[in-house]
T-cell receptor, first 109, second 113 residues
Framework: DAKTTQPNSMESNEEEPVHLPCNHS???????IHWYRQLPSQGPEYVIH???SNVNNRMASLAIAEDRKSSTLILHRATLRDAAVYYC??????????FGAGTILRVKS | DTGVSQDPRHKITKRGQNVTFRCDPI?????LYWYRQTLGQGPEFLTY????????KSRLLSDRFSAERPKGSFSTLEIQRTEQGDSAMYLC???????????FGPGTRLTVT
């Protein structure tokens, strides 16, 4: 399983963009980079995933470094509802997810 | 589609008792996963099924733990002779073979006294 390094916590102002970094230097060539988030008292929620190219969906954007050793989750306009723990998880599609400690995102109004 | 459901949501039991949790995945999802999460930690993988076949079990899953998915639909996780260290949130997730995202249920919080 690839090891990941994420900041313990980050803070953002409401309505501003947030860039959540993740290092995954030992990622295998077939692993996708998944991002999940967990709101307080809820199960984790899928955010986005990608392999090599940058990806966009209605929740966020994922920027993947050319060497795939790092990625950045981008929330374009943070809201109070985005306050959560964000997990970056390299994994082959459909396989188990190995969660690290994640990044606690705090959003200030 | 109502999402992944888990029952019960909370369970308090005394040490040494057996407990069983149920997970109902999203209909037609052929993959089902169990995870465990303790306070302040990320979820830890326990086991997963593709249809009724249990394909992988974590070393965390001691002999006291058993999981089944007899008809490839709902799943049960049983813990025998519970210990205080089993106190945690037990999460279930499901996914389709066509997509990568796992959909998680709300979890069952187990407290062993």
């Amino acid at each position: 399983d690839a090891k990941t390094t994420q900041p313990n916590s980050m803070e953002s102002n409401e309505e501003e963009p947030v860039h959540l970094p993740c290092n995954h230097s030992t990622i295998s060539g077939t692993d996708y980079i998944h991002w999940y988030r967990q709101l307080p008292s809820q199960g984790p929620e899928y955010v986005i995933h990608g392999l090599t190219s940058n990806v966009n969906n209605r929740m966020a954007s994922l920027a993947i470094a050319e060497d795939r050793k790092s990625s950045t989750l981008i929330l374009h306009r943070a809201t109070l509802r985005d306050a959560a723990v964000y997990y970056c998880i390299p994994a082959f599609g459909g396989n188990k997810l190995v969660f690290g400690a994640g990044t606690i995102l705090r959003v200030k109004s | 589609d109502t999402g992944v459901s888990q029952d019960p949501r909370h369970k308090i039991t005394k040490r040494g008792q057996n407990v069983t949790f149920r997970c109902d995945p999203i209909s037609e999802h052929n993959r089902l996963y169990w995870y465990r999460q303790t306070l302040g930690q990320g979820p830890e993988f326990l086991t997963y099924f593709q249809n009724e076949a249990q394909l992988e079990k974590s070393r965390l899953l001691s002999d006291r733990f058993s999981a089944e998915r007899p008809k490839g639909s709902f799943s049960t996780l049983e813990i025998q002779r519970t210990e205080q260290g089993d106190s945690a949130m037990y999460l279930c997730a499901s996914s389709s073979h066509r997509v990568y995202e796992q959909y998680f249920g709300p979890g069952t919080r187990l407290t062993v006294t």
